[in-house]
């Protein structure tokens, strides 16, 4: 089975407190850890699982510049079998659907049955996946959190509400985005990242891509980000001041107050 | 303004509660605005759906069809795609399905597509400024949507608030005949409840609920004791879940249960609306955290900014005392 997973680099929100920049425009992203969207790492190991049951390939790709780099090669280390990095510079600020209009291109400049994204990155859209299987016009089912292959298609389970599993019949190809605890991410150390570190990651643009510049870019992007702010919140919490025993006190005594105490 | 459209959850002939939500954030687009309530479905429930929105919108679209007794997202699509006009707004609950449907729909409807809106600041020039958030509600951004092709809107359930009254006395509109056969590649089989678990958490009054600042498997058992002292459950956020220290039976959230207890006592939870989704009942809530900026505070009762690695053996011991009970 000939598989892609699209992937993207995100701030590492385990690693990171996340903060406006002075001029509120942005976050601060100075000294911000970045790593792999953790659901398209899921999607990773999936596709390696999958291929190692059944055969074939995993290829990994993201749209973005050359820092984005640093995450093709810890896939490539986890086992994927190719890397390619999407790079244009008419590509920058596209809107989830010109990133997706990017994918569709390069999806049809191959051959591959099965396409997984993680089910979502940082801005929480979760619309990539959707709209690249609606260009191509294949079949998509989101939240995938379980995947048995059978004889041209796959038995998918998807999350639902409640911890419930939503177990559905989808043919080949197809795209599948991801949720996190499909599996069990396999650890990637810095000795793995050194062993591909020579492995050539190709670099493909517009042309290369055969893509249309109208379709992508931020003059075509119809949905754009105007800032980014900190809600008023409400009252908020009370925040306790006291020491750590202190503090333990309070909460037991609050608890008590609250009707959670026997 | 184009014709706003309210896509209709429904259940065993039981309207969704987004239904009114969405009314009031298609009033939050024009505040004159009559959206088309539309419902798929087929049999006596869908009629029954139908018929309870009578007050609420003046137009219902009803799509009956065999093939949509359940809601599959890519055989909505095709019906819905059959009966919307070009450039109209579609509003739906941002959920698992709209999940599954809203980003395929939007392509085919050529429309831009706002996932899970939590709030509406109105048109300027032809364009639609919402709020959304990112990084897990750690920072909200304003976007700005262009629909002069139309728009597809997820919106995040609760976060428009229903308007009290309505009087729209509408009438249902049979669409049924403009789909035609619907064929998916993708087959509903069937529905796989999840298991029970050895701890219900949904009937616990004291629930200790640990997120990712647990940090490792091995110390749930901090959490495992407090609860124990306090006569409490220990249930999790979805992290927990996922680095599979605990089972999926005790996570709290959209995607796990949902619990009604008096007092929630958040331990290294972030506060993620995911999570927060599954907190019902308004319960005295707790928030013991080490970032200050976690999302957790704006809506806990009381906050300790602390390492929930050393606060939690301290309550621990607090409690055994107040209690008279013994360490094990």
New interface residues.
């Given amino acids: 089975m000939e598989i892609l997973v699209c992937e993207r680099r995100v701030p590492d929100t385990s690693e990171n407190e996340i903060e406006l920049n002075a001029a509120g425009n942005d976050i601060e992203r100075d000294e911000l850890v970045y790593s792999v969207n953790e659901p398209d790492n899921y999607a990773v190991e999936e596709a390696l699982q999958i291929r190692d049951r059944v055969g074939g390939n995993v290829t990994v790709v993201t749209v973005g510049g050359e820092d984005d780099e640093e995450i093709l090669r810890r896939e490539l280390a986890m086992g994927a079998n190719q890397a390619v990095l999407i790079s244009d510079e008419s590509f920058f600020d596209s809107d989830g659907r010109g990133i997706a209009t990017i994918l569709k291109d390069f999806v049809r400049k191959g051959h591959y049955d099965l396409i997984l994204t993680g089910v979502q990155a940082d801005d929480g859209a979760a619309q990539v996946g959707g709209m690249l299987a609606a260009m191509l016009d294949y079949p998509f089912a989101s939240l995938v959190n379980s995947i048995e292959v059978e004889d041209g298609k796959l038995k998918v389970s998807r999350e639902i509400e409640g911890g419930n599993r939503e177990l559905n019949e989808i043919d080949l190809p197809c795209v599948l985005s991801i949720q996190t605890g499909i599996n069990e991410p396999r650890y990637v150390g810095m000795r793995g990242i050194r062993q591909v570190a020579s492995v050539p990651i190709p670099i493909l643009g517009a042309s290369e891509l055969s893509t249309d510049h109208v379709m992508v870019g931020v003059a075509a992007a119809r949905v754009k980000r105007i800032d980014y702010f900190i809600p008023a919140s409400g009252k908020g919490a009370e925040i306790l001041h006291g020491s750590r025993e202190e503090n333990a006190d309070k909460v037991l005594e609050l608890m008590a107050a609250k009707g959670g105490l026997k | 303004m184009d014709r706003i459209f309210a896509y209709i959850a429904h259940r065993a002939g039981v309207v969704d509660d987004s239904a009114m939500e969405l009314l009031a954030a298609a009033r939050k687009i024009d505040a004159n605005a009559f959206p088309t309530a539309i419902v798929t479905g087929c049999g006596a429930d869908l009629d029954t759906a139908c018929n309870s929105l009578t007050p609420s919108f003046s137009e219902i679209w009803k799509i009956a069809n065999d093939a949509l007794a359940y809601p ?3 055989l909505v699509r095709q019906g819905l795609l059959s009966v919307l006009p070009r450039n109209c707004i579609v509003l739906l609950p941002h ?2 399905f709209s ?10 409807l050529d429309a ?5 809106a939590v709030g509406i600041d109105g048109v300027e020039a032809g364009s639609l ?1 919402l ?6 509600g ?9 629909m002069s ?1 139309g728009a597809v809107i997820s919106v995040r359930p609760g976060a428009f608030k229903p308007e009290g009254k309505t009087a729209a006395a509408g009438t249902v509109i049979d669409k049924s005949s403009a789909v035609g056969a619907l064929t ?11 298991e029970a678990g050895d701890v219900d958490i949904t009937r616990h ?2 629930l200790v609920s640990i997120g ?1 600042g647990i940090q490792e498997k091995d110390n749930v058992s901090l959490a495992e004791e407090l609860a124990e002292a ?3 459950a220990v249930s999790c956020s ?2 927990v ?2 680095a ?1 220290w605990m089972e ?2 005790r ?1 709290v959230g ?5 619990v009604k ?3 929630y ?1 958040a331990c290294g939870i ?1 506060g993620a609306s995911q999570h927060l989704a599954g907190i019902k009942g308004n319960p ?4 013991i955290n080490k ?3 976690a999302p ?11 390492d929930v690695l ?2 939690l053996p ?2 621990t ?3 055994r005392e ?2 008279g009970v013994a360490a094990k």
């Fill in positions: 599959n997202a890519e959920d698992h999940i599954d449907l809203a980003p395929g729909l939007s392509i085919k831009a597509f706002v996932p899970d400024k709020v959304r958030q990112e990084f897990g750690q920072v909200s951004t304003h976007v700005r949507c262009d092709s998916a590649r993708r087959r509903y089989i069937e529905t796989i409840v999840a009054n004291v990712r306090l006569g409490a979805r992290p879940v996922d599979k999926k039976s996570q959209s995607s796990g249960k949902t207890p008096k007092v006592l972030s005295f809530l707790i928030a970032n200050p900026k957790i505070f704006q809506v806990a009762d009381v906050g300790i900014v602390d050393e606060f301290e309550l011991n607090k409690a107040m209690r």
